[in-house]
């Protein structure tokens, strides 16, 4: 389901010491999905009422929560490609909303199912007063739970000993951003110590890597990556459930009240507001910033720049200078830049451009050794 991350914290690391979750929906299938955005309040004639984020034609869910006080969140994992066709991992996370009241119920549910892809579900338990990872795969499940701990991070790799050993997980670690975006959390979490919604608010939307360091916007190893389909918190033994407005999670987070909604009888034909405006939490101020336009520029320009390399036309004057001021700490637009150079026979400005892309923080392992190659290239070209 893309690059997704969660996070919990209860007890110590809650302001009030009850249940908090948080969680960026970062998958990406183009700007018109990314704004294709529906919060469903469902009454189904089985089960538990429930909310969902969701969009047109989906019938599964990936972020919700029940007047129960269980909330699903899904993240994927490494999975090799499916050859038959099982339960859909959204359609699980589906029928614990619906059925689930309680983390053995929820387990339950899932053991009884097959996967065809690896995924965790983050459930969160208002009755529990906690949240487990339930990580299944198509041939195993594992539920990992953090011991003499109140906060629980998962990022896109599994945790618990049935799973972490895989081929697939641990060249995941090595090789994806998962683990850096794991301890960029861990990090975020460690100095925001007692979580409320607009600290979670603060963490899903914050842009920088490590120890701040400047990533570069859009890059896949900062915990927003300006791309994300929404963002939302949970207060689960409140009812209380924020979502992110447009653009990405960077909008209004708004508040619904699920003991509200579905506790009071709307009239069929009235025009009422679900939204409980007072608890929301406001826009990112990013977004009225200069660097927030330069970035929705790069975005344009960079699909440009795509077409240049791909059909080997020739830049105009001036493209390239403007393309990297535009998101000047991003390690793609040297990148880029240097694959341009390369393929015209610009060897000294395509190598300046490559060591250029390696000061910056480049997202995984297989594209900072391919720079190195392009750089051995150019080396051999040039003796």
Known sequence: ????????????????????????????????????KIVAFVKPDKGYPFMMVTWAGMIGACSGMNNEGITVTINASKSKIPLIAKTPISIVAREILQYASNVDEAIAIAKK????????????SAHDKK?????????????????????????????????????????????????????????????????????????????????????GYGNEKA????????????????????????????????????????????????????????????????????????????????????????????VPTDFLRNYQSLNSDYWVVYYKTGKYCYDKGFYDAAKKNFEMALTKEITTLPEQKEIRKYLRKIKRKQS
């Open 131 to 215: 949240a487990v990872l339930i990580e299944v795969a198509p041939d195993k499940m594992d539920v990992y739970q953090v011991p003499n701990s109140n906060q629980l991070i998962c990022t896109n790799h599994f945790q618990g000993e049935a799973l972490k050993d895989g081929e697939r997980n641990q060249n995941q670690i090595e090789n994806s951003h998962s683990k850096y975006r794991y301890d960029r959390l861990t990090e975020l979490i460690a100095e925001n110590k007692q979580l409320n919604p607009e600290k979670a608010a603060a963490i899903l939307r914050n842009k920088d890597g490590l120890n701040d360091f400047p990533l």
């Open 223 to 314: 915990l927003n990556q300006l791309l994300a389909h929404h963002g939302i918190i949970f207060k689960p033994e409140q009812r209380l459930v924020w979502v992110s407005a447009n653009p990405y999670q960077m909008g209004e987070f708004v508040c619904y009240d699920l003991n509200k909604i579905f506790g009071e009888r709307h009239l069929k034909d009235a025009i009422v507001t679900l939204q409980q405006e007072n608890k929301n939490i406001p826009a990112d101020p990013f977004l009225k910033t200069q660097a927030y336009k330069n970035y929705e520029q790069f975005r344009i320009e960079d699909r440009k720049m795509d077409a240049f390399l791909k059909e080997d036309l020739t």
């Open 1 to 36: 389901m893309g690059r997704l991350f969660l996070i919990c914290g209860l007890g110590d690391k809650s302001e009030d010491g009850t249940l908090i979750l948080g969680r960026n929906f970062d998958f990406y299938a183009g700007d018109d999905f990314a704004k294709d």
């Open 113 to 124: 199912r097959k996967v065809f892809v690896s995924e965790s579900i983050m459930v969160g």
